[in-house]
């Protein structure tokens, strides 16, 4: 469709789908998954810990199999498709990018909470020099104005990213959210920079907030078959896919291998299908990560609290991506003050 | 019996230390030095009576004789040059800057270990929150496996660590394996921008297979007794969880007060480590 910049989708069934079954995916299914999406033709297809490399541990939950091992598998499987990292500055590090260079990556996604861009300066440089193609993430990008958005996107872009993206991490922005930064984004960083969209579903706008997004100029998008992802999921690639055609979009994408991985490689490996219930809705709605999920959840049937009043509690203090360890403590002391009350 | 003692660097960290020192007895302030005329720590040090020079560490020790031991709190780089000249001049060292050139201490866990080193080096605020709880626990059980994450304010995160936070991590980790005695580390640290800032939090996990709760809870609260002792607003923010063989405690710091806002305890949580190794030096001696 119109546009000089052809739509780029990153498809990340591998990596935000990792939160969805704590971090148990196998070479054989990185192998499986990343070939059909090879085949079907996204620009890249990302891989690893749901908490980017460096992330298996205590805090986000240790991988069955290091990221290493599912880099090499993915790499062996893909002819066309680029291989991307994820790296969070704080959890993983710079020997992280080299080592995942060597792996075969060579899309680096390095992300930061939306407001503190200024510590991946050094981690995009350093990709930048190792090759690979760099993009900045903002996360939780609910949490900052559509002004702050550009402010951030600046920086990442002056440091040496090729693209943005909004990271939806929390499901909570509604359409107009997303035009809105969409907007200011470009205005920063258009010039030279492209900008991408990372939805989730808990508000069920994934979809429709990564149209919208694309129409307001976007031009990279994240998604997972199967809409497999932290939370209520992610935007469904293979319903986005369609949707663009319909749209006038030439993605470049066989809709019909991408819904064949979804259905056959993808469903059955999930613990429960992407769902948006009263679980999963309150991520979006009180504006908690969506990987605080099945932390939660844990948290909830040890201590007998609901999930929804950890989730709000967590949202009122404006927890940030990574702060896993605070699900536990809001718990307890739900539960702590619910026995005084008693 | 006094020890002299003399700050490099008029940044936050720097005027903090200023006005920690004022209230220690073994410790008399004889200078500080910095290298911007215009930087508000020298403006409160020279309101308060001390001798400061705008000039630099070389012209504070040719300004003041007889000094026993320097904090530097500048930055790694500055403190190569500040670590030869003081070398040189046998005047000892306490290091705040990331440098890593002298041996990596957190007070009474392995200070005693290098009380004739020319200097010594804090880590890092990470390091100084969680070492001493991982150390009471590897006194009582093997350590396979020991794991912090640290959550500050985004206010209190300056140029140095957000340049630096895989120095942060890597060094914190390192020194949960060599002074805190775990087989293998790994360190955390994630900033959070929340109006009002939050408390320096801390969280440690511990893996040890012959975890004996009771044990291991006395462990920790000697710990953080003991770091509480000189850091006042170090605590246990909630009972610590064990569960098989991991133990979870999280520990949060609110600063004094004294020149940084409370909430910035991993600043604060530097400067009281940084004090009480003097003190100790002076403690020294006084028994000499």
């Not at chain 1, 990574?322 to 605070?326: A, F, M, N």
């Given at each position: 469709m119109t546009g000089e910049r052809p739509i780029r989708l990153v498809d990340a069934t591998l990596r935000d789908g990792s939160h969805a079954i704590r971090h148990r995916f196998t070479p054989e299914q990185v192998t499986r998954i990343a070939s059909r999406l090879d085949e079907a033709g996204v620009y890249a297809v990302g891989v690893g810990h749901g908490d980017g490399v460096?992330?298996?541990?205590y805090q986000y939950g240790f991988a069955l199999h290091p990221d290493e091992e599912l880099h090499a598998a993915a790499a062996a499987a893909v002819s066309r498709a680029k291989l991307a990292v994820t790296m969070i500055p704080g959890i993983g590090t710079k020997e992280h990018l080299h080592r995942a260079r060597d792996f075969g990556c060579s899309l680096a996604r390095i992300a930061t909470h939306?407001?503190?861009?200024?510590?991946?300066e050094q981690h995009i440089a350093l990709a930048r020099e190792l090759g690979f193609e760099v993009h900045g993430d903002l996360m939780m990008s609910h949490m900052q104005t559509p002004e702050g958005m550009g402010e951030q996107a600046r920086i990442m872009v002056d440091a040496g990213a090729q693209g943005v993206y909004i990271m939806d991490s929390a499901g909570a922005l509604t359409v107009g959210d997303v035009r809105a930064r969409v907007a200011a984004m470009l205005a920063a960083i258009g010039d030279i920079a492209e900008v991408g969209m990372h939805a989730h579903n808990n508000l069920s706008l994934a979809v429709a907030n990564s149209v919208a997004a694309i129409e307001e100029g976007a031009t990279l998008v994240d998604a997972c078959l199967a809409g497999l992802g932290a939370g209520a999921g992610n935007c469904q690639t293979e319903v986005l896919v369609a949707v663009l055609e319909r749209l006038g979009y030439d993605t470049g994408i066989d809709l019909w291998t991408l819904q064949d991985a979804a259905d056959s490689d993808v469903r059955p490996l999930m613990v429960q299908p992407p769902t948006i219930d009263r679980d999963t809705l309150t991520l979006g709605y009180a504006g908690v990560p969506s990987s605080f999920l099945l932390h939660a959840r844990r948290a909830s049937d040890a201590l007998g609290v609901d999930t929804r009043d950890i989730l709000v509690e967590l949202g009122r203090r404006r927890v940030v991506g990574?702060?896993?360890?605070?699900i536990l403590d809001v718990a307890s002391g739900l539960a702590g003050a619910s026995e005084r009350s008693t | 019996m006094q020890i002299s003692v003399a700050i490099v660097g008029s940044g936050n960290i720097g005027t903090d230390l200023l006005y920690k020192i004022s209230?220690?007895?073994t410790l008399r302030l004889v200078g500080v030095a910095g290298i911007d005329p215009a930087s508000d720590g020298l403006a409160r040090a020279r309101d308060l009576g001390y001798v400061v020079t705008p000039d630099g560490l070389e012209a504070l020790l040719d300004l003041v004789p007889g000094i026993d031991l320097v904090f530097d709190a500048t930055s790694a780089s500055a403190h190569l040059a500040h670590a030869r000249l003081l070398r040189e001049r046998g005047i000892r060292c306490v290091d705040l800057t990331p440098a890593a050139l002298g041996p990596s201490v957190v007070p009474e866990v392995n200070l005693s270990e290098h009380l004739d080193t020319p200097e010594v080096s804090l880590i890092t605020c990470g390091a100084q929150a969680t070492v001493p709880i991982v150390a009471a626990l590897a006194a009582e059980f093997p350590i396979p496996y020991a794991e912090m994450v640290s959550t500050v304010a985004s206010r209190s995160a300056g140029p140095g660590t957000r340049q630096n936070i895989d120095e942060f991590t890597i060094a914190t980790a390192r020194s949960l394996e060599e002074v805190g005695g775990a087989e293998s580390g790994k360190a955390i640290i994630v900033l959070n921008p929340a109006d009002p800032p939050i408390l320096m939090r801390n969280t440690v996990y511990v893996r040890s297979p012959d975890l004996e709760r009771d044990r291991a809870l006395a462990a920790v609260g000697r710990a953080v007794e003991t770091v509480s002792r000189y850091?006042?607003?170090?605590?246990?923010?909630?009972e610590p969880l064990v569960e098989d063989d991991r133990i979870a405690v999280i520990v949060e710091v609110e600063g004094a007060g004294d020149y940084l806002p409370t909430y910035a305890g991993n600043l604060d949580i530097m400067t009281s480590a940084a004090i009480r190794v003097a003190e100790v030096q002076a403690e020294r001696l006084a028994t000499a």
């Open positions: 460096g992330g298996s541990s939306c407001t503190e861009a200024d510590i991946a990574g702060q896993e360890d605070v | 209230r220690k007895p850091v006042p607003g170090y605590r246990l923010a909630s």
